[in-house]
């Protein structure tokens, strides 16, 4: 299977807001339960997607020219990122991550920060991720991870 990493579009916003809903409903749910992943899930989930695309760099990560998951990344930050639920643990959140830290190192940046959800935080705790507080009750868990041969 081959990755290939994209700027996203306007017109991409239907699709990367149904693989969010659907990465949350899949993949947080057991975690969170139902009724707080829904909640996540269906808060303004168009607007949410077209105002990163608007305001932030977002990536898409494409197989076969469909989209199966996309990162969103302000300055020296992960502001969030979703994969499509069947194709969780295909190495298609690594490539979207090492993107991500690819562009903010280049952006001049030493350290890269996001809040892990509760389905995510054993994933960014393997790549090297260290948790900076514990998990808020409705928040995501804040991690850093300084990133090697940034410009800083």
């Known amino acids: 299977m081959s990755i290939r990493i994209r700027p996203a579009r306007q017109i991409d916003t239907s699709d990367l807001a149904t693989i969010r ?3 949350i409903l899949v993949l947080a749910t057991p975690e969170m339960g139902e009724q707080r992943a829904r909640e996540w899930a269906d808060s303004s989930a168009d607007e949410r997607v077209l105002r990163a695309i608007n305001e932030h760099e977002v990536w898409v990560a494409e197989c076969d020219g469909v989209a199966v998951g ?12 979703y994969v499509c639920p069947d ?4 190495g298609i959140g690594s490539t979207l991550l090492l993107h991500a830290e690819d562009r903010i190192r280049s952006a001049g940046h030493a350290v890269v920060a996001l809040d892990a959800s509760w389905n995510a935080e054993e994933f960014y705790l393997r790549r090297g991720y260290e948790p900076q507080s514990q998990h808020q009750a409705d928040a995501g868990r ?7 041969g940034s410009a800083v």
């Open 21 to 23: 809903r659907n990465a």
């Open 70 to 81: 996309w990162v969103e990344i302000d300055q020296a930050r992960v502001e969030g990122m």
């Open 87 to 90: 194709r969780a643990r295909g």
């Open 142 to 148: 804040p991690m850093r991870k300084p990133l090697r």
